[in-house]
């Protein structure tokens, strides 16, 4: 169970299986780059460019020149790589479940669509970011795969980022289009782990 050849098959495995986990959704929403959105957030717009760099340089890295980063390499067991893998994906379970809950709300860009609505169906009943949980869920489960201090950064690190600047400022875009509503789902709900005290009606 220790072939690096298994472990990189299974690489690509989670790979394929997030990309078909968010192409049904992504086919029937608005999804994409929207430049002039993206204009008006050029932070967020260079955070997204780096996360898609360093995850691209850590796919090469791992599946065409692993032995270049050999002296990175962590003393992780087998059986912890595997529950990985099954980390994974469980990452792309949420990510499908998430992307099918937000329907047409769906967007790659930071944006209030003209007929945005409040979704509290789905993951969104306990979590408010389940997209971005399971963004840094499968991150962690690629580091653990790749048993490599270098890799595991390269993916967990930008994710981290990403995640940490982007949910304020969807939640401030949340509460001006839908205040008080919005905050009282704020209330009730856990930003990337659920909220087991409070009031939940």
Not at 63 to 78: D, E, Y
Not at 116 to 141: E, K, Q
């Amino acid at each position: 169970m220790n072939n690096p050849v298994l472990y990189q098959i299974a690489f690509v495995i989670l790979l394929i299986a997030v990309r078909v986990a968010r192409l049904p959704s992504r086919q029937h929403t608005a999804w994409g780059a929207n430049w002039p959105v993206m204009k008006q957030h050029p932070v967020d717009t260079l955070l997204l460019i780096a996360v898609s760099l360093l995850w691209l340089a850590a796919l090469i890295l791992f599946l065409v020149t692993p032995s270049s980063i050999q002296r990175f390499n962590l003393p992780i067991p087998a059986w912890l790589r595997w529950c990985g893998f099954a980390a994974g994906l469980a990452a792309a379970g949420l990510l499908n479940w998430s992307d099918r809950s937000l329907g047409a709300n769906l967007s790659a860009t930071l944006q209030i669509k003209p007929d945005h609505t409040l979704v509290t169906s789905g993951p969104y009943r306990w979590i408010r970011h389940p997209i971005y949980a399971a963004g840094l869920l499968f991150a962690i489960a690629m580091g653990l795969m790749a048993a490599n201090y270098l890799l595991a950064g390269l993916f967990v690190i930008p994710m981290i980022l990403l995640a940490g600047t982007r949910m304020g400022q969807e939640e401030r875009l949340m509460r001006d289009r839908f205040g008080r509503e919005y905050e009282h789902y704020m209330q009730r709900t856990g930003r990337l782990l659920p909220r087991w005290t409070g009031d939940r009606s």
